[in-house]
């Protein structure tokens, strides 16, 4: 990844629940059970930077409720990693079909089939999802593109999603530390307290 700095001390990352102040339509996202929960899945996207903007592309592009993922990690101005929580755990949203009704989405700011994302926002989508796993919601991580092979042939996607750059292995491993409490290494560290809205 990109922008290592070793000597950075590190925090945990900033987190700020923004689902109300987000456009969405009248329709709204369908509720399902949270705990039929299994999959955490690490997306890309980089159609807008703000969440609101995105939201509002997906709404006026694809006809959608609003922002599609759960949550959505970007680096501020100052470098530093900051997740909004962008809709509701109880909400089924369209981040992947298929897995819409057992997943949480978790959108990374950038386009990586090109080019690694930096350290901090790699760090905090493993920081998140280490999280969430921590309060048991979910059982397994991926991308979005081999999550999408965990299911039948129908369900498959040529999409390279979050990106051959962003290496989906990697970030397991860094979960499955955190997991046991070994935070050495990292730019930034979890929470640790589930700071999300579930409904």
Known sequence: MSGDNSETIAFPYQHHVVVDKLPRSEMGWKKRNISRVRLIAWHRCNV???PK???QWFIDNKKWV??????QINLDSHGEAIVYQTALLV???AGLFGWNNRGIHIMIHGDFRYQQPER????AAA???ADLRGFNIGDRCGGHS?????LPKKYWTKKSCPGKSFYTEACRRIVSRLLIGNETGLTVL??????????
Do not use: M, N
Request: glycine share 6%; hydrophobic share 35%; charged share 25%.
């Open 53 to 55: 903007d995105i939201a």
């Open 66 to 71: 609003g922002h599609p993922y759960h949550f």
């Open 127 to 129: 920081c998140l999802a």
């Open 120 to 123: 901090k926002l790699f760090h």
């Open 190 to 199: 979890p929470v640790g307290e589930s700071w999300w809205q579930t409904r």
């Open 48 to 50: 807008a930077e703000d």
């Open 146 to 150: 081999e999550a999408s092979y965990w």
């Open 91 to 93: 909400e089924r949203t």
